[in-house]
């Protein structure tokens, strides 16, 4: 079932319990109040009726017209009188009870025999009902006569089923109208749900460059509209970044498979000395290398994104660690002819992955010593405030441009200056640095100028 017509369901059924709720709570307490209201007429006119009948004792067959011409408060229009003998025998009645029978009952004689007025009900065989108050007359405690004052429920009756009437007629009417709001409302408030769904289906069929257009308001609706809008705004970078992948992968992997496949061609087109074939296994066992490495780091950084590496958490004195890859790297910097020295070098202590935070370093050592002039240098050098330690690694070679800084740690990504400067790269170590420095709860960030050089420096918690 469509959510709009669930919606107007249930709206229609809480409104016509509400209605119907709402209906029989007027219509019990008007009946109520208009029983009340006969109830005290009786009681008021009962009251007058006694005081004079004890004031004025009568005898027990004068008629009602000379009762009433004596006493003018017993002729109201709308009540009617019966006095009965203790016996229970009619001795004056009113004239409006003349084709009435209306006998005291058992309960009425009972209550006026033990002082007490008693109200009662009573319906004819020509559907007329009467209400009706029995009250006791007494001289000098005896019990002399039982007054009977009556008056017709008719006019309560119609008044109440004219009530009934319009209840019944009004609440269906009210329900029909609530019920084509709602219907009316459920799709205004539906109309972005529907766009919501539009927009997924073109998404679906391979548009990722929809949006949806976000109201201001901070509805539920907005900030389903502003979620979804982000949702899709990361789909489409996650599917970007997968495609430049593939490509640069692509890339990376087809340059030394066509070096190979060149070199072997050429080495086969005729016969060649022992040493000429030597040459090329040499050249192919460098690019079989490479590749090597290639898929080793992709192997890395696939099972780091599955979270299936462990990193271990111990404490790590990192200017030892500094001192230990400096002493490694100045080997490695000989044979570019750029010199490795440590420049300060503070006392700290982080928690971590020894392994790890050494293939961080060595790989930012590696890159600054990659990318140096002949006769350059590289400086390491730590710091610690206490609450962070400040790791830096510092070249003054090409640099990096403004633009190449934000992709650099993006796999496979490499600037032209790089590529031209050092064949051998891979596009993998830096980003391979990002998620060791993001595993160890730190960052990275680099300051770089083309022609003068880079600093990365990578933060971490002190331990």
């Excluded at 087809?254 to 090329?280: C, F, H, I, N, S």
């Excluded at 420049?343 to 790989?363: C, F, I, P």
């Amino acid at each position: 079932m469509p959510l709009r017509v669930r919606l107007t369901l249930w709206y229609g059924m809480a409104l016509a319990v509400i209605l119907v709720v709402f209906g029989g709570a007027l219509y019990v307490t008007l009946a109520h109040g208009l029983w009340d209201q006969i109830d005290r007429s009786l009681e008021e006119t009962a009251a007058v009726a006694v005081r004079a009948l004890e004031q004025h004792r009568v005898g027990p067959f004068l008629p009602f017209e000379d009762l009433a011409a004596e006493f003018p408060e017993l002729a109201v229009l709308d009540k009617s009188f019966q006095i009965f003998s203790p016996g229970g025998k009619v001795t004056i009645q009113s004239p409006n009870l003349s084709r009435k029978d209306i006998p005291l009952s058992r309960a009425a004689m009972e209550g006026g025999l033990s002082g007490r007025a008693t109200f009662e009900s009573v319906r004819f065989r020509d559907g007329s009902s009467f209400r009706l108050l029995s009250a006791p007359i007494f001289l000098d405690g005896a019990l002399v006569n039982i007054i009977q004052v009556g008056t017709s429920l008719r006019p309560v009756e119609e008044m109440l089923q004219r009530l009934l009437l319009v209840l019944l007629v009004s609440l269906p009417v009210a329900l029909a109208v609530a019920l084509g709001g709602g219907w009316f409302l459920a799709g205004r408030a539906l109309r972005p749900v529907e766009a919501i769904t539009l927009a997924a289906c073109r998404i679906a069929a391979g548009d990722l460059t929809q949006r949806l257009t976000v109201a201001h308001s901070q509805d539920e609706i907005g900030r389903l509209s502003a979620t979804f809008n982000d949702m899709i705004a990361r789909m489409e970078a996650s599917f970007r970044q997968v495609r430049q992948f593939s490509a640069d992968a692509s890339h990376e992997l087809r340059t030394p498979l066509t070096v190979m496949k060149g070199e072997t061609e050429l080495a086969l087109r005729r016969a060649r000395p022992a040493e000429d074939y030597r040459l090329v296994l040499e050249s192919s066992l460098e690019e079989i290398d490479r590749m090597v490495r290639i898929v080793d780091e992709l192997l890395f950084l696939s099972r780091a994104d599955l979270g299936e590496v462990r990193i271990e958490s111990q404490p790590v004195r990192l200017d030892a660690l500094v001192e230990d890859v400096q002493r490694q790297a100045a080997v490695l910097g000989q044979e570019l002819d750029v010199q490795v020295m440590t420049g300060t070098v503070e006392s700290a202590t982080v928690q971590g992955d020894e392994l790890r935070l050494r293939e961080l370093l060595l790989n930012l050592v590696d890159n600054a010593v990659k990318y140096s002039r002949p006769g350059g240098k590289v400086a390491l050098a730590l710091a610690c405030d206490g609450a962070t330690a400040r790791l830096s690694v510092t070249d003054y070679g090409i640099g990096i441009s403004a633009e190449a800084q934000a992709r650099i740690f993006d796999r496979f990504y490499r600037a032209d200056d790089a590529r031209a400067h050092a064949r051998e790269g891979t596009g993998l170590g830096l980003a391979i640095c990002k998620w060791i420095v993001e595993a160890h709860h730190g960052r990275i960030e680099v300051q770089s100028t083309v022609g003068e050089g880079s600093r990365f420096t990578v933060v971490l918690p002190a331990y």
